[in-house]
């Protein structure tokens, strides 16, 4: 048996849920052939300060969006992210070999932006491993460059604009794979027909259905946009219903839940058949997070974004809009107003946008990036 040792960091939805996509798949395709470890390395094996990173970077986004903002554009100038990284990794170093000791990997995946340099550093310079290390980009189209690291075996990556950037960033055809964000296997599964999942969901199986969600966090103005979206649907008369998702904001689930609506309107905490619900929906209104974008055009839907995390998340706005699967729009008012026309006289624009966004679905990715991983390990 090989062992797969996966770095992650639970800086929102997207790192924990790409982290174990890719163990289901490798589950699903090799059976116990490999065994898979998930670590968020930063918050458990490195020393305070440093483990305080994934907090941070929550009460940034939410409380100190401007800090965010100022930390990303400093990331993006190599002459203040080099040292910033050298001191990191001096900092993690005695962790990470500790980590590398009690997991004896044959090869090592990150999954976020953190985790190229230190590990490398180690792996390559100190411990003289030759064990293979990739990388598998959880990021659309703006891609931090501390993402990209020269040594690395394989960098997995999901648009031509990832590409672009990994090669401005040194690394060669040979390292570089396309194929698709790492979104949970169960999106590759039939799941039924609309209306029957409907029924099974407890959801109305005649009534339009748009899928409101704001990431794994619930992040975002969701409860004023849902109130926005039922009191404009149910004023223009629509048949339509709502389902809300609010992850892990336990807050806005119960306030959504003593809300008063005009039309049905199911609220919902952090949900683990996301498959399902999409497949129920007729559109999703979600911040441009890559992980929501990527399961939608899996699964056909067209997109509302409602918002976007400046830095990593500001590209899927114009990839989204561009490609014409989807609107942005952060006004509340308006994002009532342009659902209704959705799901009223616009039903055939909205057909359109879906089609579109099923041709651009990679479901098949994350098995495309295992078997490739598998392959670096001559299975
Ligand atoms: N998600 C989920 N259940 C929920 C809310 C979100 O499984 O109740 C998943 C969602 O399907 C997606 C991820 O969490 O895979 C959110 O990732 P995204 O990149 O959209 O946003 P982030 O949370 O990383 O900011």
Not at 113 to 128: S, V, Y
Not at 351 to 364: D, F, H, I, S, V
Request: net charge positive.
């Amino acid at each position: 048996m090989q062992r797969v040792l996966i770095l992650m960091s639970d800086t929102g939805g997207g790192h924990r849920a790409s982290a174990q996509a890719l163990a289901t798949a490798f589950g699903e395709r090799y059976g116990d052939r490999f065994n898979v470890q998930v670590i968020d390395l930063w918050s458990h094996y490195t020393p305070w300060p440093v483990n305080q990173v994934p907090k941070s970077y929550r009460t940034l986004v939410t409380d100190a969006l401007w800090l965010w903002k100022l930390a990303w554009r400093a990331s993006e100038r190599d002459w203040l992210t080099e040292p910033g990284l050298r001191l990191v990794g001096r900092l993690v170093r005695r962790a990470m070999r500790r980590a590398f000791d009690e997991y004896q990997p044959d090869v090592v995946i990150s999954v976020h932006p953190l985790m190229q340099h230190a590990p490398l550093g180690l792996l390559r310079h100190r411990l003289k491993s030759p064990i293979p290390f990739v990388t598998v980009v959880t990021d659309l189209i703006s891609i931090a460059p501390v993402w990209y690291h020269r040594e690395v075996d394989r960098c997995f990556v999901a648009s031509q604009e990832a590409v672009r950037r990994a090669k401005l960033a040194g690394l060669g055809d040979e390292q570089i794979r396309l194929y698709g964000l790492p979104v949970r296997p169960a999106f590759a599964r039939p799941v039924g027909e609309k209306k029957s999942l409907r029924l099974s969901l407890g959801l109305e199986a005649d009534c339009m259905t748009a899928l409101l969600v704001g990431g794994g966090e619930g992040m975002g103005p969701v409860g004023e946009i849902a109130r926005s979206m039922a009191a404009r649907l149910a004023a223009d008369g629509r048949a339509a219903q709502l389902v809300v998702i609010c992850g892990r904001n336990e807050a806005l689930r119960r306030e959504l839940a003593a809300h008063r609506w005009p039309l049905p309107v199911r609220v919902e905490g952090f949900v683990q058949n996301m498959p399902e619900w999409m497949a129920a929906s007729d559109c999703v209104v979600t911040k441009a997070g890559p992980g929501t974008i990527a399961e939608a055009l899996i699964c056909g839907l067209p997109i509302l974004l409602t918002g976007f995390i400046p830095g990593q998340e500001e590209g899927n706005v114009p990839f989204v809009v561009e490609n014409g699967v989807g609107i942005y729009s952060e006004s509340p008012a308006q994002i009532g107003a342009i659902l209704s026309r959705w799901f009223g006289p616009e039903r055939e624009r909205l057909a359109a946008m879906g089609a579109k966004a099923k041709t651009m679905g990679r479901p098949q990715a994350t098995f495309e990036i295992v078997e490739e991983i598998a392959r670096l390990l001559g299975e």
